[in-house]
Structures are given as structure tokens and as C-alpha cells.
């Protein structure tokens, strides 16, 4: 991935995006060429020297199955936005600036692992599912679903481990622009609604604006 030193993500900001992301793209070179799959991953910085991201697959999907050629890689991304060249002080000041786009992405590389075990299976599902309904009025448990049917569904996974060996990680958050332009970006992205990317940006240009 293309990082300009300005757009450099820290560990702290890597560590954020691995333990708050829900779903990212697992791509895998075989064989029979590029495999991707789009599925929620968890963080455990604990496995291994870099920690891995741990998820599963239907157990129809092939790619499980295809041994990767070297690392596989999982794209794990932030928030991200469309940024009109409107918003810039720097508009009415020269006018040359043009749209761009901002975001928050992680290139996460490492060492893919098959879990085939029932008793790992159903510890990353409990342990998926406590992450995403917490907050919830009235959140759902493994243990509310009948045991022969989550057992049958258990049954139909395959875990994948991702054993991290290396982050490339970017936050194109405009931080290439003058203090004006960024204060015009933030209240751009809060008209439009989009406090995800207003808080980000706001959080990599703290210093500026």
C-alpha cells in the first residue's frame, strides 16, 4: 500500500481500528488465482507476536480449502468519506483544489490457520457475538438457541485464523491541508452527518484544527 509519511497510521491508531473494525475483506493468493471472502473478524493481541484476527466461513466456501501461496491478507477498514473540494477556505482563496477521498485502512498480513474443532468454533462464536450485541435493550446469546440446532450450525463453519506478521496501515484523513481547509472539512462531514469520519479526522488533525 502507498503511505505518504503524512498519511502514516501510529500503533495506537492500528490497535483502534483492529479492536473496533465489524467486517473485512480476507483475500488469498491460490493456485486458482485471487479468493476473497467478506466476513467479521475479532482481534486477539494476544496470539502470536502480533496478534490475529479470528473468524469463520461457511464450510461450502472453497477458499478454506485452498492452500494460500505465501501470506493471506486482510483489508480492514474505517471509516470513509467523499470530501468536496467546497468545503476548503482555500476555494475561495485560489481555487485550485479538486474532490478527494478520505479514509481509515489497515493491509493486515499473516500466516492462515484452519480451525476444524467444534470447541474452538463455538468460543469465537460466543465470543463474536458478545462483542457485537453488547448495547443492545435485549442482547442475544449463544446459549438462548436450542444446543443440537447452534451445534448443527457449528457444524456448517469453518475457523479461520489470521496470525499477523505485518500491518500496512493508512489514515488519509486530510492532514495534508492548512488548518482552514481541515475546520471546513469537519464541518462538511457533520452537515452531511457523518460523525464517524468527522471524529477521525478530527482525532488526526487534533494538532491543526
Same mark, same amino acid.
Given at each position: 500500500?502507498?503511505?505518504?509519511?503524512?498519511?502514516?497510521?501510529?500503533?495506537?491508531? %492500528?490497535?483502534?481500528?483492529?479492536?473496533?473494525?465489524?467486517?473485512?475483506?480476507?483475500?488469498?493468493? #491460490?493456485?486458482?488465482?485471487?479468493?476473497?471472502?467478506?466476513?467479521?473478524?475479532?482481534?486477539?493481541?494476544?496470539?502470536?507476536?502480533?496478534?490475529?484476527?479470528?473468524?469463520?466461513?461457511?464450510?461450502?466456501?472453497?477458499?478454506?480449502?485452498?492452500?494460500?501461496?505465501?501470506?493471506?491478507?486482510?483489508? %480492514?477498514?474505517?471509516?470513509?468519506?467523499?470530501?468536496?473540494? *467546497?468545503?476548503?477556505?482555500?476555494?475561495?482563496?485560489?481555487?485550485?483544489? %479538486?474532490? #478527494?477521498?478520505?479514509?481509515? #485502512? +489497515?493491509?493486515?498480513?499473516?500466516?492462515?490457520?484452519?480451525?476444524?474443532?467444534?470447541?474452538?468454533?463455538?468460543?469465537?462464536?460466543?465470543?463474536?457475538?458478545?462483542?457485537?450485541?453488547?448495547?443492545?435493550?435485549?442482547?442475544?446469546?449463544?446459549?438462548?438457541?436450542?444446543?443440537?440446532?447452534?451445534?448443527?450450525?457449528?457444524?456448517?463453519?469453518?475457523?479461520?485464523?489470521?496470525?499477523? #506478521?505485518?500491518?500496512?496501515?493508512?489514515?488519509?484523513? *486530510?492532514?495534508?491541508?492548512?488548518?482552514?481547509?481541515?475546520?471546513?472539512?469537519?464541518?462538511?462531514?457533520?452537515? +452531511?452527518?457523518?460523525?464517524?469520519?468527522?471524529? %477521525?479526522?478530527?482525532?488526526?488533525?487534533?494538532?491543526?484544527?
Amino acid at each position: 500500500m502507498y503511505v505518504p509519511s503524512h498519511f502514516a497510521a501510529g500503533d495506537a491508531e %492500528v490497535r483502534a481500528l483492529l479492536d473496533n473494525h465489524g467486517a473485512a475483506d480476507l483475500i488469498t493468493a #491460490t493456485d486458482d488465482g485471487l479468493l476473497a471472502t467478506f466476513l467479521p473478524f475479532v482481534f486477539d493481541p494476544a496470539a502470536g507476536e502480533h496478534g490475529a484476527l479470528l473468524g469463520h466461513v461457511a464450510r461450502n466456501n472453497d477458499q478454506w480449502r485452498r492452500p494460500p501461496i505465501g501470506d493471506a491478507m486482510v483489508i %480492514v477498514r474505517g471509516p470513509d468519506a467523499y470530501i468536496s473540494p *467546497s468545503w476548503y477556505a482555500s476555494k475561495a482563496e485560489h481555487g485550485r483544489v %479538486v474532490p #478527494t477521498w478520505n479514509y481509515v #485502512t +489497515a493491509h493486515v498480513y499473516g500466516r492462515l490457520v484452519v480451525h476444524d474443532d467444534p470447541v474452538w468454533l463455538d468460543a469465537l462464536v460466543r465470543r463474536l457475538t458478545d462483542r457485537h450485541e453488547q448495547g443492545n435493550p435485549e442482547p442475544w446469546s449463544v446459549d438462548d438457541a436450542p444446543t443440537r440446532f447452534i451445534a448443527g450450525q457449528l457444524r456448517a463453519i469453518v475457523g479461520l485464523e489470521l496470525v499477523i #506478521t505485518r500491518i500496512e496501515a493508512k489514515l488519509k484523513l *486530510s492532514q495534508n491541508r492548512p488548518p482552514a481547509d481541515i475546520t471546513g472539512v469537519l464541518a462538511g462531514l457533520e452537515a +452531511a452527518g457523518d460523525r464517524a469520519s468527522a471524529a %477521525v479526522t478530527r482525532e488526526a488533525n487534533r494538532q491543526q484544527a
